[in-house]
């Protein structure tokens, strides 16, 4: 009776979803918000949650090593923070965010930036540090408002595609450092983007 009361809520809050709409806020009003850390009560209370932070216990149950794949169902989530866990890949559901502004998953495994981050429209902040990233694929471009990319210490990373980054016009900060990025890329993103502060 129990899983299916959880079921339930979930359905009923996917169906919920739906409707709903969500004003950006600055990040002042953003920082304003609960940060709630219990997923349950997280989707209990699905339309108040603006800010979401996930953390292993440690010990006997371990780091965070999976996002539920109905986060969707948080339709105003726009800050999310998971931070050394142990992340390799992201639910689909996650680049239906629409709204998400901030996302930090740095001190993960992901290999790769998953395919749903680049439907994340309204992304001004991510932080990417300290996984094990293996490339940056060209649809990086799509991220149009982002502001701030963390790249660094990802120590197998070699490569950026220059063009897409140049894409990215509203950039004010990249860092690449800790990583096998050459010169020579780097000095080509610069040329394209020259007011973007870059660090490698």
Same mark, same amino acid.
């Given at each position: ?118 439907? #994340? =429209? +309204? $992304? !001004?902040? &991510? ?7 293996? *490339?940056?694929?060209? /649809? ?27 894409? #990215? =016009? +509203? $950039? !004010?900060? &990249? ?7 050459? *010169?020579?890329?780097? /000095? ?13």
């Amino acid at each position: 009776m129990r899983q299916f009361l959880v079921v339930f809520s979930i359905l009923f809050i996917s169906l919920n979803a739906f409707g709903q709409d969500s004003t950006l806020l600055s990040e002042e009003a953003l920082m304003k918000k609960p940060l709630y850390s219990d997923m349950m009560k997280a989707f209990r209370e699905y339309d108040k949650v603006y800010r979401l932070s996930l953390k292993g216990s440690g010990g006997f149950y371990g780091k965070v090593d999976a996002i539920h794949p109905r986060i969707d169902s948080l339709v105003n989530l726009q800050y999310f923070y998971v931070v050394n866990e142990d992340l390799k890949d992201l639910p689909k559901g996650l680049g239906r965010l629409k709204n998400l502004q901030q996302l930090y998953l740095s001190g993960n495994k992901l290999k790769n930036i998953p395919d749903t981050l680049y439907t #994340l =429209k +309204n $992304l !001004k902040r &991510l932080d990417l540090r300290a996984n094990q990233l293996l *490339r940056v694929a060209p /649809e990086i471009a799509q991220l149009t408002q982002l502001e701030f990319l963390y790249l660094n210490d990802n120590p197998q990373l070699d490569f950026l595609p220059a063009e897409s980054i140049g894409k #990215l =016009k +509203n $950039l !004010k900060y &990249l860092n690449v450092k800790g990583t096998k990025i050459n *010169r020579n890329q780097m /000095e080509a993103i610069k040329k394209l983007l020259p007011k973007t502060q870059i660090e490698y």
